[in-house]
């Protein structure tokens, strides 16, 4: 999508491209799969797709050092093993549609799809074989994975009007979607489009055929010019999505 509560970066590049540290937001999501061991990827392309295109032309020069014969130039080998689709949906398709172009390009099921703003420590194979558990318990055919965030301001406890303490940025009571999800291919039977994805979801969980994966650790999106700046100051200091090594 645009971006549009980003908007001090999403006009100049989309959303995924903001950088934390010196790498885009995409790199750190691609990376947490690839730490799994899921290297394949299908990038649904909107709104400056261009520009991500061009940043995986250039990745294998962007991204490490080398030295150059002019007289006999190569290419330097890319520094990560990852199989990239970059699939042009569309400026301004919503999420569904972005869903039903890419489906050709899904090589097996089930399969992982996650947005382009949210960071976390969750294991993926994790959240995959308790999909598969509950696919053959339940009969599920896609499961989200959901964690409690931290309420934004602290909280104040009272009674009759008498303060009895503070709480610094306590947990919300409720879970959240953090956007992790595995899908099967009958997911695809939801899926419109003209509607949004948590459309689908919501005829998911009423079919009875949606599960969740509680996530206690770090989770955190970019939705705002405030996150950006968060989530930098949090790789500057203790990246606690860094589930790689260096």
């Known amino acids: 999508g645009r971006g549009t509560r980003l908007v001090e970066k999403t006009e100049?590049?989309?959303?995924?491209?903001?950088?934390?540290?010196?790498?885009?937001?995409?790199?750190?999501?691609?990376?947490?799969?690839?730490?799994?061991?899921?290297?394949?990827f299908i990038l649904a392309l909107g709104y400056k797709g261009e520009m991500i295109k061009e940043y995986f032309i250039k990745y294998p020069w962007l991204h490490r050092s080398f030295e150059v014969n002019l007289s006999h130039p190569v290419s330097?080998?890319?520094?990560?093993?990852?199989?990239?689709v970059l699939k042009d949906t569309g400026k301004e398709s919503k999420i569904?549609?972005?869903?039903?172009?890419?489906?050709?390009?899904?090589?097996?099921?089930?399969f992982l799809a996650t947005y382009g703003d949210g960071l976390s420590d969750v294991d993926i194979n994790k959240v995959v074989d308790f999909h598969s558990k509950m696919r053959d318990e339940q009969g599920?055919?896609?499961?989200?994975?959901?964690?409690?965030?931290?309420i934004q301001y602290g909280v104040v406890d009272e009674?009759?009007?008498?303060?009895?303490?503070?709480?610094?940025?306590?947990?919300?009571?409720?879970w959240v979607n953090t956007g992790f999800m595995v899908l099967e291919k009958e997911v695809f039977k939801y899926v419109k489009d003209?509607?949004?994805?948590?459309?689908?979801?919501?005829?998911?969980?009423?079919?009875?055929?949606?599960?969740?994966?509680?996530?206690?650790?770090?989770?955190?999106?970019?939705?705002?010019y405030?996150?950006?700046l968060e989530l930098n100051n949090l790789w500057r200091d203790c990246r606690p999505w860094q589930v790689w090594k260096d």
């Open 159 to 174: 009674k009759n009007n008498i303060a009895l303490g503070f709480s610094e940025k306590p947990l919300l009571d409720k």
């Open 140 to 150: 599920v055919i896609a499961t989200i994975t959901i964690t409690r965030p931290r």
């Open 226 to 228: 405030r996150d950006y």
């Open 194 to 224: 003209d509607e949004m994805d948590f459309d689908a979801l919501k005829k998911l969980a009423a079919d009875g055929k949606l599960a969740v994966f509680k996530h206690n650790g770090f989770f955190a999106s970019m939705d705002t």
């Open 12 to 40: 100049v590049i989309p959303k995924p491209l903001v950088p934390i540290g010196d790498k885009p937001m995409l790199w750190h999501i691609m990376k947490i799969y690839s730490h799994h061991d899921h290297n394949r």
């Open 76 to 84: 330097p080998k890319s520094p990560e093993d990852w199989d990239v």
């Open 96 to 110: 569904g549609k972005r869903l039903n172009i890419v489906k050709a390009d899904i090589q097996s099921f089930p």
